[in-house]
């Protein structure tokens, strides 16, 4: 079955500057890749996603990498600010097999002011 | 627009002790699941639904048991809780493949449960 590894599981970086964060997944039959952020006391929101068939996707100051060869999928927020505080997510999944997405442990960002 | 509600908020059971976590979406979506959130482990799903009257088991099912009578609720089940299933519990909902839309899960605010 998938199996999805995710770095680092702490990230403290100061506000302006940038985030990445890492996943690594094992089935090459995913093809759907979403990122999930928790804030404190919340439940997890879906902040991006990247299909197989897609390089880069960005959002604002959100972008999602994905290297289908390497297997491996990236998020980077640029200019953090205070409100990026929060845990984050990878995911990996089929696309329209929602019931086996397998997440990543986790990353917990934090924003030094 | 209430979303995806999950009651309750917290909970404190002893060992062998049973409860229901309820779990109420209004988004009409057709497939609801539940998931256990423990420390550098991530996300975890335990049940899921299809739809009305269906269930299905996920990663981590033992010793949990789901219902969905109604479209807009997945009830949770622990028959005799043990200290293991100490954990945050979240609920999420998503619309079906069929719909063309993306598989994009909406979750609860979730169930701290402590189980002693």
């Known amino acids: 079955g998938e199996n999805v590894e995710q770095h680092p599981s702490t990230l403290s970086v100061q506000e302006g500057d940038s985030a990445v964060i890492k996943c690594t997944y094992s089935?090459?039959?995913?093809?759907?890749f979403p990122w999930y952020k928790q804030e404190l006391g919340k439940g997890p929101q879906l902040i991006i996603d990247i299909r197989s068939n897609v390089g880069e996707k960005k959002d604002q100051r959100i972008a999602v990498t994905l290297n289908k060869t390497a297997k491996h999928f990236s998020l980077h927020i640029t200019e953090t600010q205070p409100e990026d505080s929060a845990v984050y997510f990878c995911a990996a999944t089929l696309y329209s097999s929602a019931s086996k997405i397998i997440f990543g442990s986790g990353t917990r960002l934090s924003i030094r002011p | 627009n209430a979303g995806v509600t999950q009651t309750p908020k917290f909970r404190v059971l002893k060992t062998g002790q049973s409860m229901t976590l309820l779990c109420a979406q209004d988004?009409?979506?057709?497939?609801m699941y539940w998931y256990r959130q423990d420390p550098g482990m991530g996300l975890r799903l335990i049940h899921y639904?299809?739809?009305?009257?269906?269930?299905a088991k996920g990663e981590v099912p033992d010793g949990y048991n789901v219902s969905r009578l109604k479209k807009q609720n997945f009830l949770l089940g622990l028959e005799s809780a043990a200290p293991s299933q100490t954990s945050v519990y979240f609920c999420a909902s998503s619309y079906s493949p069929a719909s063309g839309s993306v598989d994009i899960q909406y979750f609860g605010a979730g169930t701290r449960l402590s189980v002693l």
């Open positions: 089935d090459s039959a995913s093809n759907y």
């Open positions: 639904s299809v739809g009305e009257g269906t269930t």
């Open positions: 988004m009409n979506h057709e497939y």
